[in-house]
Nanobody
Framework: QVQLVESGGGLVQAGGSLRLSCAAS????????MGWFRQAPGKEREFVAA????????YYADSAKGRFTISRDNAKNTVYLQMNSLKPEDTAVYYC????????????????????????WGQGTQVTVSS
């Protein structure tokens, strides 16, 4: 059974940091693109960041650029999201996702990311940033 389990969420003050983790199990994900998404109350789910299977390519939403860093450890089947300089508008449930397809070029990968075309999803972890 394929599972993605997020952890590391919590309550933090504005300007603080959190590191989210996503542990994958059920099969190896070392060839998958891994992504992070979030959904705030009353809003649609949105793309945050993604990383290619090798870690050589990363993709970020404009809201995450310069503040968030995605990374992965294929030996541990785990992907991370380091979030710095957090803002109240970052408050959301954060979801991990995995997809085995590779589109090859940046624009096609971003289409996949922005459309959320991922095969596997975790249950989410709550991040709350207080002002």
């Amino acid at each position: 059974q394929v599972q993605l389990v997020e952890s590391g969420g919590g309550l933090v003050q504005a300007g603080g940091s959190l590191r989210l983790s996503c542990a994958a199990s059920g099969r190896t994900f070392r060839r998958d693109t891994m992504g992070w998404f979030r959904q705030a109350p009353g809003k649609e789910r949105e793309f945050v960041a993604a990383i290619s299977w090798s870690g050589g390519n990363t993709y970020y939403a404009d809201s995450a650029k310069g503040r968030f860093t995605i990374s992965r450890d294929n030996a541990k089947n785990t992907v991370y999201l380091q979030m710095n300089s957090l803002k109240p508008e970052d408050t959301a449930v954060y979801y991990c996702a995995a997809d085995y397809r590779s589109y090859g070029d940046y624009d096609s990968e971003m289409v996949r990311n922005l459309r959320g075309l991922y095969a596997y999803w975790g249950q989410g972890t709550q991040v709350t940033v207080s002002s």
